[in-house]
């Protein structure tokens, strides 16, 4: 079945610091790729999102490219802040508009100032 | 827009007593998602709705969960009897058309089994 497997945290940086955190998928065909985020104490959020093959995703200084030959949608950030610290979830959704999505185990990332 | 409104935020119960959670989703959105997330497992999909009709529910761990969506603005997810292993976050989500346009969550109910 369907699966993805991020990069085992937790990381640690100072902030202005590069990120990258990796992410792994296995699926038939074309399936969207996603990066949510968790703040302590609440529910998931969108932060990205990319539907096909070589689409890049981007919001609020984070991308990730769609990476069909390296079944891969690694999440990168410049210069992080300390206001990244959170939990991100790197997730899919099988092609065809499946329903369901399949999450990553999650990566927490710690920004220090 | 409210997004997706989840109550009670916090619970704490005994052991044995009937937990219900609920969830209204984003007005307009026909799929819903009840998660549960706790440390040792992560993030765990239990049931979801399409249209108020239950999908799949493969992910519900067994007979004393049970989950109804009876109009397009409201579900519960109800824990009869309860147990402390069932303590964890439990996310309602919901989403139009579908998830490839994203998953829009709520903000979780924690739950405490003592």
């Known amino acids: 079945g369907d699966s993805v497997t991020q990069m085992e945290g937790p990381v640690t940086l100072s902030e202005e610091a590069f990120l990258t955190i990796n992410c792994t998928y296995t699926?038939?065909?074309?399936?969207?790729l996603f990066w949510y985020v968790q703040y302590p104490g609440e529910g998931l959020q969108l932060l990205l999102k990319?539907?096909?093959?070589?689409d890049k995703g981007s919001n609020k200084g984070f991308e990730a490219t769609y990476r069909k030959e390296t079944t891969s949608f690694h999440l990168e950030k410049g210069s992080v802040q300390v206001s990244d610290s959170a939990v991100y979830f790197c997730a899919l959704v099988g092609q065809g508009g499946s329903e369901k999505l399949v999450f990553g185990k999650g990566t927490k990332l710690t920004v220090n100032p | 827009d409210a997004g997706v409104i989840q109550s009670p935020r916090h619970e704490v119960t005994e052991m044995g007593q009937e937990v219900t959670l609920r969830c209204k989703p984003i007005s307009g959105h026909n799929s819903l998602f009840w998660y549960r997330q706790t440390m040792m497992r992560g993030l765990e999909l239990l049931i979801y709705?399409?249209?108020?009709?239950?999908?799949?529910d493969s992910g519900m761990p067994e007979d004393r969960f049970s989950a109804k969506m009876p109009n397009a603005s409201f579900s519960t997810l109800k824990i009869q009897p309860s147990e402390p292993r069932d303590s964890a976050v439990y996310f309602c989500a919901s989403t139009n058309r579908d998830s490839s346009f994203g998953n829009f969550f709520g903000q979780g109910t924690r739950l405490t089994v003592v």
């Open positions: 990319a539907t096909k093959a070589d």
């Open positions: 709705f399409n249209n108020n009709v239950p999908i799949d």
């Open positions: 699926a038939t065909g074309y399936p969207s």
